[in-house]
């Protein structure tokens, strides 16, 4: 089974801090995103990677970075954060041409910003 | 650009009984496929069917089904026999053949009650 792991599912950080959000998989996907889920709003793509160190913008990639220097982690960076990225974060990857692409999803990390 | 609309954000159904979860779309694209993922409470999101949109037959999966209406640009769920199990935020979702990334709809959070 494929697993996608995130690195806490709870975290608590303060206004102007710089934070780190791990995502591991282990099926060795090319296809790695960077999710933000909020209600009433869905989900918002933040980031995603297509290959190791290539990156491309989502929908919403303001006071976001990422990182990718190996396949399987993809990490999300947030430079320093503020209130309103207070969410709920979602890691998912594939394979770009596998099972008509469906995408496999972490636990999610629930990040609160005071 | 690519829109998912989905216009119940709850919705309650008795165990046993058939509710249908609404999704609408609008794509420039001649193919694409469409999704809906399955969020439990606490839990991590998992796909529950697929359609890929040349397909004119809608896809099973066991309880689940969808009624894929290309011309209207509608895809919705149904569940039959709904269980405790079913209780979830759905998301509906759609991808064309650019890059793997998908666009998600606001979610239903359906509740299945004894």
């Known amino acids: 089974d494929v697993k996608v792991t995130q690195s806490s599912r709870y975290l608590v950080k303060r206004t102007g801090e710089k934070v780190f959000l791990e995502c591991v998989q282990d099926?060795?996907?090319?296809?790695m995103f960077w999710y933000r889920q909020d209600p009433g709003l869905g989900l918002r793509l933040i980031y995603f990677?297509?290959?190791?160190?290539?990156?491309e913008k989502g929908d919403i990639p303001e006071g976001y970075s990422v990182s990718r220097e190996k396949k399987e982690r993809f990490s999300l960076i947030l430079e320093s954060a503020s209130t309103n990225q207070t969410s709920m974060y979602l890691c998912?990857?594939?394979?770009?041409?596998?099972?008509?692409?469906?995408?496999?999803f972490g636990p999610g990390t629930r990040l609160t910003v005071l | 650009a690519q829109t998912v609309t989905q216009s119940q954000p709850e919705m309650s159904v008795q165990e046993a009984e058939t509710v249908t979860l609404s999704c609408t779309y609008d794509t420039s694209e001649s193919n694409y496929y469409l999704f809906w993922y399955k969020q439990p409470p606490s839990r991590q999101m998992i796909l529950v069917i697929r359609q890929e949109a040349y397909k004119q037959q809608n896809a099973t999966e066991n309880r689940f089904s969808v009624n894929f209406q290309k011309a209207a640009k509608s895809f919705s769920l149904k569940i039959s026999d709904s269980q405790l199990g079913d209780t979830a935020m759905y998301f509906c979702a759609s991808h064309t053949g650019t890059a793997s990334k998908l666009t998600f709809g606001t979610g239903t959070r359906l509740q299945v009650t004894l």
């Open positions: 990677s297509y290959d190791v160190k290539m990156k």
């Open positions: 099926m060795d996907h090319e296809n």
């Open positions: 998912a990857s594939n394979h770009p041409s596998g099972a008509y692409n469906e995408q496999f």
